[in-house]
């Protein structure tokens, strides 16, 4: 068969080990998955009590204009309807974007390292992948972006705050870029974790879709509203661009119970600002932890934490498991040395503490 000659070389997506697995294999009764930056809070109520009221018609295919979560999103973004586009997940937005810009002969350009979705589906629409090293503090190099992009540019990605490391660009350094960027490449910001930013300068680069033509911000529900399992994400851009990713959308990509809950989480706005509230004072704790036992940590602005580890991020992550907790090595996300670890309610977190102690004492 003609099975594309680059998916010799490629991997399926990897995912960390579900906690019942964990539980079995290591025969714990606690286990704790810091390891998908889920929301350790869940969702809200409301989405609980709509799931246990409501019979929908599961027989009729979703609203394919997703009508009643569009209109409310717009006006929650002071954006047109149709200016935003939704995908099965961010992942989905990812994969639209790549099919409809990207094919050989083009390039597509992202920071090293960075969601590693933007590599694999470039390498499968057959574009060049021109990945620039981030900076020592873990921020995107945009000026190296600037200088590895050309006319043939298709895609550039700008994952803010980046994952795996947590770094969030300023507003400021942003708009530079795009001043200064190729306008033939469209420019995606992938602001995935954009509502557990707290610095108060960051401005909403959704504001900035009329001053960019060539700019599309992404969002997701599955982080901060707590509803992964739901998959849907959107972006938003101007008509022209979303006229044509909407040409290489699947029929009825969202599912109806998914667009329904999500209208649910997003009138909650209150359950989202109490978990951001909460994952900002934790996400303090493990700065102060890595400072008190010198062990490096980037600045996060998410609810993870990309922290070095006193041995091979493999082996502190099978230590880690032996007491419960999930973490995402380093050797997996491109950064050896390190593990990532989503932010927990304050009891899992000082959980994670003592157990990542006797990984220190016991090096
Ligand atoms: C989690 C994540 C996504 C994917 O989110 P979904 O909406 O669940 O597909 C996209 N981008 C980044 C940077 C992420 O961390």
New binding site residues.
Partial sequence: MYWKPILATMKPYTPGRSIAEVKRTYGLQDVNKLA??ENPYGSSPAVTDYLQSKADQFEIYPDAFTAGLRTKLAEYHQVDPYEILF????????TMISRALLQPGTNTVMASV??P?YAHNAKIEGAEIREVPMLENGDHDLEGFLKVADDQTAIIWI?NP??PTGNLLTSKNIKDFLDRAPKTALVVL?E??FEYVTKPEQEDAINWIHDYDNLIV?R????AYGL?SF???YGVTNKENMAELNKVRNPFNNNTLALAVAEVALEDQQFLQDCVTKNHEQRKRFAAYAAKNSLSIYPSETNFVLMEVPMDADEACERLLQHGYIVRSGNLLGTPGYVRITVGTEQQNTGFFEAFDQLLTNK
């Fill in positions: 998908s930056n995908g099965n997940g961010s992942d989905e937005m990812v960075t969601f979705q994952c980046n994952n992938d995935a974790y992404l997701t529900f599955s982080k992964a998959r849907l994400g």
